[in-house]
């Protein structure tokens, strides 16, 4: 279900908000996850989903796992989507969430993931500092929570 491994969906539904202004409500990126083949057991198989908002939205996509290429990528306008490992910074368990900029020399993001308190232990509170409904954290932290997963990034951008 979208509550239980729907933060692919969400991602996807912040992405489009970040590059074209539109808002697409959770169900409609919902609806173009499932009839398009992009949600599977256990949640969202982002390759094909990312390659569904490129072609209805107007994107385009690549794919990495090197943090200066994501951090390159995020300086010329771009966002992404961040395939985290679940190891405990981000989630427990695999996680999407997006980057939309870097701010300062950290990472600007959305966690669909996010509630009141989930950034409040220790470990968490040293490295993630929650503004309203959104993170900076240093661009290695994410890099580390991703460790293991390939690719690690979904670079989207405007076509053209």
Known sequence: TIKS???????AVNVVGALTGKAISVR?????????GARVSGGTDMRRLASLICGK?????????????LQRHLIRGGV???????????STGGHYVTALGLLDGRVC??????YAGKYST??????????GDLLL????VLDDDCIGRWPRYYLLQ???
């Open 80 to 90: 992404a989507i961040c395939n985290s490992a679940g190891r405990g910074m981000f």
């Open 28 to 36: 409609v990126m919902r609806d173009l996850a499932v009839n398009g």
């Open 109 to 114: 993001l959305a966690d669909p993931g996010l």
């Open 5 to 11: 491994g729907g933060c692919g969906v969400c991602a």
């Open 57 to 69: 939205y107007g994107l385009k996509v690549a794919t990495t796992s090197s943090l200066p290429e």
């Open 137 to 140: 954290t240093a661009p290695q």
């Open 122 to 131: 220790s470990r968490r509170k040293k490295a993630v500092t929650v503004t």
């Open 158 to 160: 405007r076509r053209g």
